[in-house]
Structures are given as structure tokens and as C-alpha cells.
């Protein structure tokens, strides 16, 4: 039974920065594609980012509206994947969703649908 469990985030002004971190416990998280997605009130969920494992290293994906402000990466010691977010904006307020799933294709890498485990969410806050 894989968990997945969010911390990190909180208050930030627009300009700054913050990071979140997803902790996933029952498996490796290298056998997973970790992403984070986020959800703001009344929004569709929306895609942040995803790294997976493949046999030529470790590869990342961004959704448009964060790519060159926000990075994600894995420490498979710890069994985490975290999100650093830099040059926050106002409309980066959301709730941040961790996911994982081992068996999504790279076309599906940006379908919330997809992923099979999920954790509760953290709370990020922007002010501007």
C-alpha cells in the first residue's frame, strides 16, 4: 500500500519563494512517476510538474504556467520528491496535491486521472 504525504508550503509574497515536499512511503519512489498538480478555489485542477525514473536518468516535466520558476526533484534516499517554487505570483495560490502512479505513459504524464495514489494536499498562499 503506497501513502503519500505532503508538507511544506504556507505564506509567501509574490516574488518569494517556498517549497513543498511529498514523502512516499510502501514502495520506492523511483518506481514512480511523482507529479504535483494544484487546485485553486473554483479552478480545475491544474498540472505543476513530474519527475519519473527512466533507464538514461531521471526526467522532468513542467506545466507552462511554472516552467523557469519552479523545479522538482527526488531524493530516493529519503524517498521524496520535493517542488521548489521561486518567483512565487498571486496566481500560484492553490492547494498543492502530490501523485504518484508506476505504470503512466509520457503522453499521460499531465492527466490528473491517471495517477493512482494521492496525498491530501498542502495549502500555498501568495500575496501580492
Known amino acids: 500500500q503506497v501513502q503519500i504525504a505532503e508538507s511544506g508550503g504556507g505564506l509567501a509574497q509574490a516574488g518569494g519563494s517556498l517549497s513543498v515536499s511529498c514523502a512516499v512511503s510502501?514502495?520506492?519512489?523511483?518506481?514512480?512517476?511523482v507529479a504535483w498538480f494544484r487546485q485553486a478555489p473554483g479552478k480545475a485542477r491544474e498540472f505543476v510538474a513530474v519527475?519519473?525514473?527512466?533507464?538514461?536518468?531521471?526526467?522532468?516535466y513542467y506545466g507552462d504556467s511554472v516552467k523557469g520558476r519552479f523545479t522538482i526533484s527526488r531524493d530516493n534516499a529519503k524517498n521524496t520528491v520535493s517542488l521548489q517554487m521561486n518567483s512565487l505570483k498571486p496566481e500560484d495560490t492553490a492547494v498543492y496535491y502530490c501523485a504518484a502512479d508506476s505504470g503512466i505513459i509520457l503522453s499521460s504524464i499531465r492527466r490528473s486521472e491517471q495517477y493512482d495514489y494521492w496525498g491530501q494536499g498542502t495549502q500555498v498562499t501568495v500575496s501580492s
Open positions: 519527475i519519473r525514473q527512466r533507464s538514461s536518468g531521471s526526467r522532468s
Open positions: 510502501g514502495r520506492s519512489v523511483s518506481d514512480y512517476a
